[in-house]
């Protein structure tokens, strides 16, 4: 074809024209052959991606608190009624290359983005390799048994299962000098997210296999707790950190099922048995209903040893979601006090109760609003003195209005 219309074109055009028809064609066939060296030269190119989140909570809290701690702080007590303002913002670096066998090498790089946020400015790193064989993750990051965790449904941006209501009410720290439900961060305490004896983003190589049949399986390895290219900690503290999970997603008949399983265990050095985690959880949706939750228990980890559930509904219509979430945890006394009054699991216990009523909306696929109300209550067995006559116990309601944009 592209013969025959030059010779179109020589027949019905003078000599100036000829050139110049055979000019525009050699340049046209030029910058086809640049445009194909340049997609070539592209295809092993960096592909620098970035994403992340902002999510801000405006609320107010009624707070009760139990007589030792308003013995602690002072005449007439502290007042922790009030509106306070809640931010969790990320930003994650993600380049990434495709060889070209179809491999794809990433990097995640996920800086906080909040002020003074726990002082840690990084918080996971790491590298991706994924293809048709599954996916690898080399560095900072969590287990697979956290990652493939199926819970209770909950649209909120602040989850009863998480320590975000903390930010509101006062059951986790210190308050005026009273020790209170330290070990709520990724212990039975505050969730059925757990990472074994609460080692969380440890460096750990991870494989995901490819879904068959919608089961997806997955191994974690990580031999000592450190974030960091550091040594070994002398044997002091837990080794050789195994996670093995489970996680399943399919439809029946307009039934979507999600389940997932997990266990986990390490080396205690001069300590028997050694820690163990393990936990399941199962959602069930149809017409836009969801219900779900999850167990979850630690073993053998001193202080940490206890379990967590937590049970939900969820629907959804349209731009419209709604949950209603019941979490409950409990472990042994984190301060110790239990130990030294009876051994572990004999003594006092800390327990954490939270429900909350949540509603969302999405103006996009990047921008939500919601609402929430939760109540929660923190009771433990035993003072930090060890009197069994009451605990440091805190209890707060919380109403709130929350926004969150990703990109």
């Known amino acids: 074809m592209y013969n025959t219309n030059i010779e179109f074109a020589y027949k019905r055009e003078d000599n100036l024209m000829k050139n110049t028809l055979l000019c525009t064609t050699a340049l046209a066939l030029t910058g086809f052959a640049g445009a194909a060296n340049a997609a070539e030269a592209s295809a092993g190119a960096v592909n620098m991606g970035f994403s992340g989140y902002y999510t801000t909570g405006l609320a107010f809290a009624t707070i009760d608190t139990g007589a030792n701690i308003e013995a602690a702080a002072g005449p007439g007590g502290t007042d922790f009624d009030g509106i306070d303002i809640y931010t969790n913002a990320e930003i994650w670096f993600k380049p990434s290359i495709t060889l070209d066998n179809g491999i794809k090498i990433g990097v995640d790089v996920q800086l906080e983005a909040g002020s003074n946020t726990n002082g840690d400015q990084i918080d996971e790193a790491y590298m991706t390799i994924s293809g048709d064989f599954g996916k690898v993750i080399i560095g900072s990051e969590n287990s697979v048994g956290y990652k493939m965790t199926v819970a209770a449904p909950d649209v909120s941006h602040i989850f009863a299962q998480s320590s975000t209501l903390t930010a509101y009410v006062p059951y986790s720290g210190s308050i005026s000098g009273v020790g209170v439900g330290g070990d709520i961060f990724r212990g039975t305490l505050g969730t059925t997210y757990l990472e074994n004896a609460r080692i969380n983003d440890s460096s750990r190589l991870s494989y995901f296999s490819p879904r068959f049949g919608g089961l997806q399986l997955g191994i974690s390895y990580a031999r000592d707790p450190g974030q960091t290219n550091g040594p070994v900690n002398n044997n002091t503290t837990l080794t050789d950190i195994v996670d093995i999970a489970a996680n399943y997603g399919g439809s029946f008949g307009g039934v979507d099922i999600d389940a997932s399983a997990r266990w986990g265990t390490s080396s205690a050095p001069g300590v028997a048995p050694d820690p163990e985690v393990w936990g399941a959880g199962l959602a069930i949706g149809f017409s836009g209903f969801t219900f779900g939750g999850s167990f979850a228990e630690q073993n053998d980890a001193g202080s940490m040893d206890g379990n967590a559930f937590d049970i939900g509904i969820g629907y959804s219509n349209g731009p419209m979601s709604y949950s209603l979430t019941y979490f409950e945890g409990k472990n042994v006394d984190n301060e110790?006090?239990?130990?030294?009054?009876?051994?572990?699991?004999?003594?006092?216990?800390?327990?954490?109760?939270?429900?909350?009523?949540?509603?969302?909306?999405?103006?996009?696929?990047?921008?939500?609003?919601?609402?929430?109300?939760?109540?929660?209550?923190?009771?433990?067995?035993f003072d930090d003195s060890g009197n069994a006559t009451g605990g440091d116990d805190v209890e707060g309601t919380v109403l709130g209005v929350t926004a969150s944009f990703s990109f």
């Not at 999405?362 to 929430?372: H, Q, T």
């Open 336 to 381: 110790g006090v239990a130990i030294a009054l009876g051994g572990n699991g004999t003594g006092g216990h800390e327990e954490l109760q939270t429900i909350m009523l949540a509603a969302k909306y999405k103006v996009n696929s990047n921008f939500s609003v919601g609402a929430f109300i939760a109540d929660t209550e923190f009771t433990e067995d």
